[in-house]
């Protein structure tokens, strides 16, 4: 199920402050290298490759271009306070399935901006015409984990050891999916999908 495409920019309330969302293009890079190093490193660890190096950042913004990611950033104060990818492979056997991964900066967490931001992710998913996403994180972000889990998403798999920080030290990769094309489907059917929002 194909949706229309999403209207971007668009200005929604986070707490007490208004956050905007974009689409992320590359002219978004020194904005987004700012965003990353005010990650706290055990954040990167869900990603399978480091962003704050140099080289991964620019495979980031030419898979913008390429359109084998799409990105969202969240921005308040003139600076990136949160961001999406939203991976896919069209010459897989899995070009159903996206890979999503969301970033908040700590300051702006339990304001509601992650939640915001998966929300958009689902509309953007349908746009692509995916089936389905999925997330991966290390079991220890629990904050992480409680809030996919809110939005739907169920733990399907858990990689031992899978993860290795700076120091060596390993950690395991629990990987949630969710259904976003049957629950579509479903808010449909109930006719919710209006009052959800387009
Ligand atoms: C995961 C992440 C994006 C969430 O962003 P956020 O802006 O803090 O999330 P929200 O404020 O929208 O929280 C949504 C819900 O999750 C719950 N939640 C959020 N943080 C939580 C925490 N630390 N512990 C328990 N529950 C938490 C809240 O109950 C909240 O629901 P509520 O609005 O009804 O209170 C953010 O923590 C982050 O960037 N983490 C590091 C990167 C990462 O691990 N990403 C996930 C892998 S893709």
Redesign the pocket.
Known sequence: MTQPSRRYPRSVACGDAQIEIARMTSGDRDALVTFVAELPAQ?LL?VPRDISHPKVMDAWMHSLDKGSVASLVARANGRVQ?CTAILTDELSWSKHVGE?????LPA??????????IQECFAQALELGLKKLF???TVN????I???E?LGFRAEALLHNHVADRDGKLYDLVVLSHDVAGVAARNEAYGLRDALGG
């Open positions: 954040d869900f949160g999503l991964r969301v970033m908040v702006w967490r339990g304001k509601g901006l992650g939640r915001v931001l997330a991966q994180m972000q629990t904050g992480a409680t809030v996919f809110e």
